[in-house]
């Protein structure tokens, strides 16, 4: 079993749509959790961050932790074409390296 | 994203050929790592460097061989590779290891003919 899974995609979906972006994990010490995005031709940077359980907003995104099924989401509405990128979860351990999924390529069609 | 750079951005090398990639960061940070980035996969964690000392090497074959001469720079020496180790590397570097933000630079895409 992988330590981190994320479905590839792609995902499209119409302007405007909630979008939802999910990652599962095997690590029970797995405490902090990141979203990254990555536009083409760039590197990731970072999203939201969060530690350990719970929900954190930023404007239109919303980030949920559920330690308890070790499963992670990434929600994004209204969702505008500027969204298109490919957006990376990742997590670590406390004083471990981080752990990245595969990343889920997401195309806002107009 | 000028807080780390990446040289070059593109490089195309055969397979007897030796190269390097250069990364440089100035955010004061402490740690540098190298990651390649191939299609669908997870981002694959090959070193880290933290203050100037590498902490991990992740079974990366001795074709690569990261230098960091100090905390702002890393390079990647490339030597005798292979096809399929055509993919994009990715420098990032973070004040601290572990669970520390890691900021990316632009990547190298690199191929291997």
């Known amino acids: 079993q992988k330590e981190v899974e994320q479905d590839p995609g792609p995902l499209s979906v119409p302007e405007g749509a909630i979008v939802s972006l999910n990652c599962t994990y095997s690590?029970?010490?797995?405490?902090?959790f990141m979203w990254y995005r990555q536009y083409s031709r760039k590197g990731p940077e970072l999203l939201m961050y969060?530690?350990?359980?719970g929900n954190k907003e930023d404007g239109r995104f919303t980030a949920q932790v559920d330690k308890s099924s070790k499963y992670i989401s990434l929600f994004i509405r209204d969702s505008q074409p500027s969204d298109s990128a490919t957006y990376l979860c990742?997590?670590?351990?406390?004083?471990?390296?981080?752990?990245f999924g595969a990343g889920t390529r997401l195309t806002v069609k107009p | 994203e000028t807080g780390v750079t990446q040289t070059p951005r593109h490089l195309v090398m055969g397979m007897t050929n030796k190269k390097s990639l250069k990364c440089e960061q100035h955010?004061?940070?402490?740690?540098m790592y190298w990651y390649k980035q191939s299609a669908k996969k997870p981002l694959e964690l090959m070193f880290v460097?933290?203050?100037?000392?590498?902490?991990e090497n992740n079974s990366v074959p001795s074709r690569f061989s990261p230098e960091c001469p100090n905390s702002s720079h890393l390079f990647l020496h490339l030597h005798t590779l292979q096809p399929e180790d055509s993919a994009l590397y990715l420098c990032?570097?973070?004040?601290?290891?572990?669970?520390?933000?890691?900021?990316f630079g632009p990547g190298t895409r690199l191929t291997v003919l």
């Open positions: 990032a570097s973070s004040q601290g290891t572990g669970a520390d933000t890691q900021y």
């Open positions: 690590n029970s010490a797995f405490q902090y």
């Open positions: 969060t530690y350990s359980s």
């Open positions: 990742a997590m670590s351990a406390p004083r471990n390296d981080m752990r």
């Open positions: 955010l004061g940070h402490n740690a």
């Open positions: 460097y933290n203050f100037k000392e590498q902490t």
